[in-house]
């Protein structure tokens, strides 16, 4: 097998990947966007149902998190690729990935996840945020509703608790960038 094979199966296998993990997304936030409506609406009949709520954030907020780490990877994967295939047969014939730094988001541009703020903020950039703003006003509501009720305050440490690791940890790997670290030096030695 040539290499220009090579690099062109690990490129439709990344761009499966990323094809998979968009779909999962998609179906996920429909389903924590679903559960949440429930567990509000069952809270109006028992307020234990908002217990329930401040943890669907969280889980959501990691699992959708988790799949945008691979499309992170999948994105600079293709990339890599694509610009290593151009670079063989010398010309710019695969372009999907600078399509999608414009379009979608610049995949290797600071961002909050996938939102990129300023001159390139997209579609793309605002529904993540607006999804992240679904999320954190539920679990803010409801967790402003069990304070004021005076719930139990061993809950409520548990749950500041698992919200701030859940914080760092996202903080640590998306804001300060260091998973794409982890992929730069990878590439930096196959360049």
């Given at each position: 097998?040539?290499?220009?094979?090579?690099?062109?199966?690990?490129?439709?296998?990344?761009?499966?990947?990323?094809?998979?993990?968009?779909?999962?997304?998609?179906?996920?936030?429909?389903?924590?966007?679903?559960?949440?409506?429930?567990?509000?609406?069952?809270?109006?009949?028992?307020?234990?149902?908002?217990?329930?709520?401040?943890?669907?954030?969280?889980?959501?907020?990691?699992?959708?998190?988790?799949?945008?780490?691979?499309?992170?990877?999948?994105?600079?994967?293709?990339?890599?690729?694509?610009?290593?295939?151009?670079?063989?047969?010398?010309?710019?014939?695969?372009i999907a990935h600078k399509l999608e730094n414009s379009y979608l988001f610049p995949v290797q541009d600071r961002k909050i996840v996938v939102a990129k703020l300023g001159s390139n903020f997209t579609w793309f950039g605002f529904v993540t945020l607006f999804i992240?703003?679904?999320?954190?006003?539920?679990?803010?509501?409801?967790?402003?509703?069990?304070?004021?009720?005076?719930?139990?305050?061993?809950?409520?440490?548990?749950?500041?608790?698992?919200?701030?690791?859940?914080?760092?940890?996202?903080?640590?790997?998306?804001?300060?960038?260091?998973?794409?670290?982890?992929?730069?030096?990878?590439?930096?030695?196959?360049?």
């Amino acid at each position: 097998m040539d290499e220009i094979n090579i690099l062109n199966s690990q490129l439709t296998r990344m761009r499966q990947m990323n094809n998979f993990y968009h779909k999962q997304f998609l179906l996920d936030v429909r389903l924590l966007f679903f559960f949440t409506v429930i567990f509000f609406y069952l809270s109006s009949i028992n307020i234990n149902a908002l217990l329930i709520i401040p943890f669907i954030s969280l889980f959501g907020s990691v699992l959708l998190s988790f799949h945008a780490h691979y499309l992170i990877f999948t994105r600079n994967y293709s990339q890599f690729l694509e610009e290593k295939i151009n670079k063989i047969n010398g010309n710019d014939l695969l372009i999907a990935h600078k399509l999608e730094n414009s379009y979608l988001f610049p995949v290797q541009d600071r961002k909050i996840v996938v939102a990129k703020l300023g001159s390139n903020f997209t579609w793309f950039g605002f529904v993540t945020l607006f999804i992240t703003f679904l999320g954190l006003s539920a679990y803010i509501f409801a967790l402003r509703e069990l304070i004021i009720i005076k719930y139990d305050l061993i809950y409520l440490y548990f749950l500041v608790i698992i919200t701030l690791v859940t914080l760092f940890f996202g903080i640590w790997w998306f804001l300060l960038g260091n998973g794409e670290k982890k992929l730069e030096k990878v590439f930096y030695e196959y360049r």
